[in-house]
């Protein structure tokens, strides 16, 4: 890909200072009109009609916010306190219970199908989306662009750029219709475009894989994921521990697995203090926020969550949220 370090430069003042001279602003627009052109040449060879291109990218903008949004992510700023207490607060899981019972016909269809228990489908669902009520307010495509184009990452947006584009090319959604989240996550799922094509199903068979409007399609669509990244169907995710006192914190992390009898002769209990289950499992100690902070049991199904969103908050949030859903 070639790359414009000066048009970088001068973008990101257009960004976030719209009182540059004239001849600054007019440079960085033809610059940045020289991307787009090379970018839909990248396009064509990739097998994208020029038609599609016509339409998704006419207008296309840089986008200010994305970039602000990029450099401060909820994971990153709030405590794990903070972050479960607006992430699974008690309405969310008052709603997810409600959402499973409406839904429950074919959440256990797909979870037949997947071996995905439909109390996780509906955690994901309840934590990316609301349930499906927010999916985000940003063209995906002028979102891709801006992030290809800002220089931080801009390797791998382009290339989930080129994925969206696509996507729209495959009649799936028109490129109007494709908005999603400030990093281009889409739908119900929030599927980056390249989970969408690996990932997501055409659950009734009406030739679309419609995970924006087609409820269906979105459980499938996540217990395909799930199921595809190495999900135990026999297996939970994990559980909240109680760590003996002088535990050997080098043991903590994703990198050390044992089995729950072994962490069991370790001192590890339950969060209440009693015993760990007897079913010899492989697992990891992880702790939210280092020592002394909560600890978790984390088994296989913690890290297919992680393969949905590397963040131990968001796994641990997933697993709570569907085991007090379940729960109801």
């Not at 296309?60 to 990153?76: A, S, T």
């Not at 609301?130 to 063209?139: C, V, W």
């Not at 992680?306 to 697993?319: D, E, H, M, T």
């Amino acid at each position: 890909m070639r790359r414009f370090p000066i048009l970088r430069r001068v973008a990101s003042a257009v960004l976030v200072i719209p009182l540059l001279c004239a001849s600054s602003t007019e440079s960085a627009a033809l610059e940045f009109s020289q991307w787009i052109k090379e970018l839909r040449k990248d396009a064509v060879t990739k097998g994208v009609r020029p038609a599609t291109l016509d339409v998704a990218l006419k207008g296309v903008k840089l986008i200010p916010r994305v970039v602000e949004l990029d450099r401060k992510q909820p994971e990153f700023t709030l405590t794990f306190r903070q972050y479960m207490d607006r992430v699974v607060p008690q309405g969310r899981v008052d709603k997810g219970r409600q959402k499973l019972r409406e839904n429950r016909a074919l959440l256990q269809q797909i979870s037949g199908k997947y071996g995905v228990p439909p109390q996780f489908i509906v955690a994901f669902w309840g934590i990316e989306t609301d349930f499906g009520r927010i999916t985000g307010g940003f063209s995906v495509i002028s979102a891709l662009v801006t992030l290809a184009y800002d220089g931080r990452r801009s390797t791998y947006f382009r290339g989930e750029l080129m994925n969206a584009l696509k996507i729209i090319d495959g009649g799936h959604i028109t490129a109007k219709a494709m908005v999603g989240s400030w990093a281009g996550a889409m739908g119900q799922p929030q599927f980056m475009p390249s989970s969408f094509l690996s990932f997501a199903v055409d659950h009734d068979g009406d030739g679309r894989k419609d995970i924006w409007k087609n409820v269906a399609d979105v459980f499938a669509s996540a217990g395909n994921y799930l199921a595809r990244s190495g999900w135990k169907g026999d297996q939970t995710w994990g559980r909240p521990i109680r760590l003996p006192k002088g535990f050997d914190q080098t043991l903590a992390g994703h990198g050390t697995r044992k089995l729950i009898s072994e962490w069991q002769k370790l001192g590890v209990r339950r969060a209440d203090g009693t015993d760990l289950p007897t079913r010899d499992l492989k697992a990891s100690v992880v702790l939210t926020e280092g020592p002394g902070s909560a600890a978790y049991l984390a088994y296989n199904n913690f890290r297919t969550i992680l393969k949905w969103n590397r963040s131990n908050f968001f796994a641990i949030a997933v697993g709570s949220l569907a085991d007090r859903i379940g729960d109801g």
